[in-house]
């Protein structure tokens, strides 16, 4: 039996760069303007599992929930050696929250249909939750190991796979059963840079959003069904779904399906209470210290 | 020792490796307590592992009115499955109003679990905790839990609430809220829950550990120095462990220089690293994003130090030096040194 890997990735707003345009006047940050990356821990996800198949064979799904740009990082998934893309996109997944998003994860999944392994990054860098990649394997009713640092063994004749996950103060080694859901983190795997061929073939991948904007363009409705059915025959459609495609309550999605909610958002307000200024001088520093040892800071 | 009647309605989840509770749960038990009290509830710990009642006592002391026991073979190393499967039954029973876990390995892996199964909502990395009432389009609210932390990009802080369901979960890491005295003299309830777990719970097998006792002990180091992504280089930072030592201190960094490699995580400040209170910290080329600032803003006092005049570390400095690490820091040790003659 081949296996089987399903890659859950997330494109996020690039949140460690975020540079002056992308303040607004009152200092919050307007997210639209942060460029979209590939969230960095899913890439490792991606690493870990493509080494798998370099080794044992089989074939790689991505699967991402989100706006329709997000098909920019599936082509990056494609380029890296990701056999499948599917984007789960639709309006009325917005505002999902971390229990919201790992059922619109679970239903895609349930529609993928079989699988061996699950991996996904560790947490998003846009919210460092942790979150969706247990509560999808819950909802899946399969085992997780998440904090996974390294595969050290997968035997698909007894259907078992070996992996060290990070734990406080050290590490584990555990051994669980397939199917199973993985969270990797940080430096898992360096990922490898795109394959030229590959990055030739399927820049021209294209999800139903972008073959839609092109024959708006056109006016020709007709020649867009052409152009579908000629991606798919090519293998360069990135598969797109909506609420419907993965028969998902729509109750259970997006703000309405999200048990937590935004009460209330504010502007850090900076608590400037005894300030004192030190020019960086000798005579500056020393009257300083002096006043942190009269003040018994020190020993 | 709470009355007969008083509700059971506020949880922490009380995490043990090797019959040693974390801090962070003992933590949470104070602040459960105030929360419990707005609530006119008691407070109780959840405790799995084996052999492991004799902690009940500790938790009793730290303010728990009951302690839940799970108590198996199956339970003295943890594993995902059955410990989320047991706290989600007995959740399901139950039906408590608030849970707590620390957010370590160990409870960031399993709160998911059980807030996915139970429907209930989950914050990750919440700074504070209140409970209000709180009345939205005309329909009361009781006992919301006020989940707050920073958000997006560091420069907002949002409160998280749960209006619509009746479990209301949040993780929380260890430091940040303040372990208070415990009252040995305190008494509590130890209740027994049978645990039943099925093969299919128990298959992943732990093959191998290994654990280290931590060396770095930021919460209790009195003095410490911390550098940032404006110590982007390996001689930068060196400068910064140099002034660590002379000062007897220990040696710290924001994300930003964990994430360019200057430092172990281990010794990461802040929101998602560890929350410090010493009585100096010395914040060198670093920012000062609110992550950070919600890791060390309590410490007693603050020296900030960084070439950007406008850096928000100066917002929650005592004292503020603007110049160059590579000047400041030799200037600082000299003075230091002539202090000690």
Redesign the interface.
């Known amino acids: 039996m081949s296996l089987h890997t399903i890659v859950l990735v997330k494109q996020v707003p690039d949140?460690?760069n975020?540079s002056g345009d992308v303040?607004r006047p009152d200092?919050?940050?307007n997210?639209a303007k942060?460029p979209a990356i590939f969230n960095p821990e899913d890439k490792e996800a991606l690493e870990l599992a493509l080494r798998l198949k370099d080794q044992h064979g089989g074939h790689i799904t991505v699967l991402t929930m989100g706006p329709p740009n997000a098909a920019n990082m599936l082509r990056e998934c494609l380029y890296m050696g990701a056999d499948r893309a599917i984007l789960v996109s639709d309006r009325r997944f917005a505002a999902a929250?971390?229990?919201a998003t790992?059922y619109a994860l679970y239903k895609a999944i349930q529609h993928i249909g079989e699988y061996d392994l699950i991996f996904g990054g560790r947490q998003a860098i846009?919210?460092?939750?942790?979150?969706?990649?247990?509560?999808t394997?819950?909802?899946l009713n399969i085992?997780?190991?998440?904090?996974t640092l390294e595969i050290q063994d997968l035997d698909l004749k007894k259907r078992r796979i070996?992996a060290k996950r990070?734990?406080?103060?050290?590490?584990?080694?555990?051994?669980?059963?397939l199917p199973?859901l993985l969270t990797v983190t940080k430096d898992a795997a360096d990922p490898r840079p795109f394959d030229v061929k590959r990055l030739c073939t399927y820049k021209r991948a294209q999800s139903k959003f972008e073959v839609q904007a092109l024959a708006e363009e056109s006016h020709d409705l007709v020649w867009m069904e052409d152009l579908l059915e000629k991606l798919k025959a090519e293998e360069l459609y990135i598969e797109t779904w909506n609420i419907e495609d993965i028969d998902a309550d729509v109750s259970m999605c997006g703000l309405a399906g999200s048990?937590?909610?935004?009460?209330?958002?504010?502007?850090?307000v900076?608590?400037?209470?005894?300030?004192?200024?030190?020019?960086?001088?000798?005579e500056?520093?020393?009257e300083?210290?002096?006043e942190?040892?009269q003040?018994h800071?020190?020993g | 020792m709470m009355s007969k009647n008083i509700k059971d309605t506020v949880w922490v989840f009380a995490e043990q490796t090797n019959g040693q509770l974390a801090d962070v749960s003992l933590e949470l038990m104070h602040k459960a307590g105030t929360l419990a009290e707005k609530m006119d509830s008691g407070v109780s710990a959840v405790l799995l592992g084996h052999k492991v009642g004799s902690l009940a006592k500790i938790l009793y002391a730290h303010g728990a009115d009951n302690v839940y026991l799970l108590d198996d073979e199956e339970l003295e190393e943890f594993r995902s499955q059955p410990y989320a499967n047991l706290i989600t039954r007995l959740v399901e029973k139950k039906r408590p109003r608030v849970v707590l876990f620390g957010a370590t390995h160990i409870g960031r892996d399993i709160a998911p679990r059980v807030a996915s199964h139970t429907r209930s909502g989950l914050t990750a990395d919440c700074t504070e905790l209140k409970v209000e009432t709180l009345t939205i389009k005309k329909i009361e609210h009781p006992d919301l839990l006020l989940q707050i932390r920073p958000a997006f990009g560091g420069n907002i802080v949002a409160t998280i609430i749960s209006p619509d369901v009746e479990i209301q979960m949040a993780t929380v890491r260890e430091g940040v809220m303040e372990m208070g005295e415990p009252d040995t003299t305190r008494k509590g309830k130890l209740i027994q829950v049978p645990v039943e777990l099925d093969a299919v719970e128990t298959a992943v097998r732990i093959i191998e550990k290994h654990q280290e006792d931590s060396a770095v002990n930021l919460k209790s180091a009195p003095i410490i120095v911390a550098g940032g992504y404006g110590a982007d280089t390996p001689e930068k930072f060196n400068l910064i462990k140099e002034l660590a030592k002379v000062l007897g201190a220990e040696v710290a960094g924001s994300r930003a220089a964990v994430d360019a490699g200057l430092i172990d995580v281990e010794r990461q400040v802040g929101q998602t690293g560890t929350t410090v209170r010493p009585k100096l910290y010395i914040a060198i080329g670093i920012s000062g994003a609110i992550q950070h600032r919600a890791g060390m803003q309590e410490s007693q006092k603050i020296i900030a130090i960084n070439s950007d005049p406008d850096a928000p570390i100066f917002s929650v400095a005592h004292y503020g030096i603007c110049g160059k690490l590579e000047e400041v820091i030799p200037k600082l040790i000299a003075a230091y040194k002539s202090q000690l003659h």
């Open positions: 949140t460690s975020i303040m200092g919050t940050v997210r942060l929250d971390t229990l790992s846009d919210g460092d939750t942790a979150q969706v990649g247990p509560q394997a819950e909802k085992p997780q190991i998440s904090y070996t990070a734990i406080k103060n050290g590490y584990e080694v555990l051994e669980a059963p199973v048990p937590t909610k935004v009460h209330k958002v504010e502007n850090v900076l608590s400037g209470s005894e300030f004192k200024e030190v020019p960086p001088t000798q500056g520093m020393t300083m210290i002096e942190l040892m003040d800071i020190f």
